[in-house]
T-cell receptor
């Protein structure tokens, strides 16, 4: 079946512009995650949704970052007034239901990411 | 707070040689443990995971990892490296009480012919 789809694949923005990054999770996956991966680094957690509820947004670096998932499926990560330090790959992942009713032992399925370059 | 340490940001091996990528976690309660691989310009692909049960876990592409509670380690191995194994490898954990997936800094594996 289809995996996690992210668009656009590449985005170049001038400093100060707003950007919106889209994520289509695997159908039926209730959990959705956003990560930021700087060059040469491991992915860093940004935020987490269960259905439409944003349960954890502790990783969002500033109030310029905003994520939503209004219908519990597609999610959008919005960055306002982009800065050069926002340049990174933004990864989206979804997770299904694990064994024994515990979703935490179920792996995350990642999209190919959106590479954002702020000039 | 839970953390993951990958020893060695770059590892280089010859084709056919043993691959050993090291991962240690910090937790008094064993978390769920994962290894992911990332090829250039692609997302992360799950290699294997440990949740409960057998401590030696086999994954895709001939990789395996052993959970050692006494050493708080989850090192990744492959008996014989192939050129196609060249990629970035990430160890990751989810604390046993749940929560987000926490990644290590990654190890870049190079395979020499």
């Amino acid at each position: 079946g289809a995996g996690v789809s992210q668009s656009p694949r590449y985005k170049v923005a001038k400093r100060g512009q707003d950007v919106a990054l889209r994520c289509d999770p695997i159908s039926g996956h209730v959990s959705l995650f956003w990560y930021q991966q700087a060059l040469g680094q491991g992915p860093e957690f940004l935020t987490y949704f269960q259905n439409e509820a944003q349960l954890d947004k502790s990783g969002l670096p500033s109030d310029r970052f905003f994520a939503e998932r209004p219908e519990g499926s597609v999610s959008t990560l919005k960055i306002q007034r982009t800065q050069q330090e926002d340049s990174a790959v933004y990864l989206c992942a979804s997770r299904g239901t694990g064994t024994g009713g515990n979703s935490y032992n179920s792996p995350l399925h990642f999209g190919n990411g959106t590479r954002l370059t702020v000039t | 707070a839970q953390s993951v340490t990958q020893l060695g940001s770059h590892v280089s091996v010859s084709e056919g040689a043993l691959v050993l990528l090291r991962c240690n976690y910090s937790s008094s309660v064993p978390p769920y443990l994962f290894w992911y691989v990332q090829y250039p310009n692609q997302g992360l692909q799950l290699l294997l995971k440990y949740t409960t049960g057998a401590t030696l876990v086999k994954g895709i592409n001939g990789f395996e990892a052993e959970f050692k509670k006494s050493e708080t380690s989850f090192h990744l191995t492959k008996p014989s490296a192939h050129m196609s194994d060249a990629a970035e490898y990430f160890c990751a954990v989810i604390p046993h009480q749940g929560g987000k997936l926490i990644f290590g800094q990654g190890t870049e594996l190079s395979v020499k012919p």
